[in-house]
């Protein structure tokens, strides 16, 4: 079991920049991939971005693609969100989930399925 904890969330402007943290603990966090979720009010949890094991294999959703970049550094166990260009739909509560499987080192998972190990979320807030 992996507890996650995130940070970084907040208020900002419509076309500022947040950058979100997740920080891992109780497993061993290269063995799986990580992704990025947001739940925005009355709407169902959306995969947002997911990242390989070794960071190399990154993989968003349409509508995220080059605005937000999905990191992780193995050495301090921790997965990053870079958030920038916000618009007022990007407001939402984000969450970031491990993998449930140890699949290869490069496997990017396209969709939200087999995640679990969920952090509390933290909330992002953009004003228009």
């Known amino acids: 079991q992996v507890q996650l904890v995130e940070s970084g969330g907040g208020l900002v402007q419509a076309g500022g920049s947040l950058r979100l943290s997740c920080a891992a603990s109780g497993r061993t966090f290269s063995t799986y991939s990580m992704g990025w979720f947001r739940q925005a009010p009355g709407k169902e949890r959306e995969f947002v971005a997911s990242?390989?094991?070794?960071?190399?294999?990154?993989y968003y959703v349409d509508s995220v693609k080059g605005r937000f970049t999905i990191s992780r550094d193995n050495a301090k166990n921790t997965v990053y969100l870079q958030m920038n260009s916000l618009k007022s739909e990007d407001t939402a509560v984000y969450y970031c989930?491990?993998?449930?499987?140890?699949?290869?080192?490069?496997?990017?998972?396209?969709?939200?399925?087999?995640?679990?190990?969920w952090g509390q979320g933290t909330q992002v807030t953009v004003s228009s």
């Open positions: 989930a491990a993998h449930n499987f140890p699949y290869g080192l490069s496997y990017t998972p396209q969709d939200g399925r087999n995640f679990g190990s």
């Open positions: 990242i390989s094991r070794n960071g190399d294999n990154t």
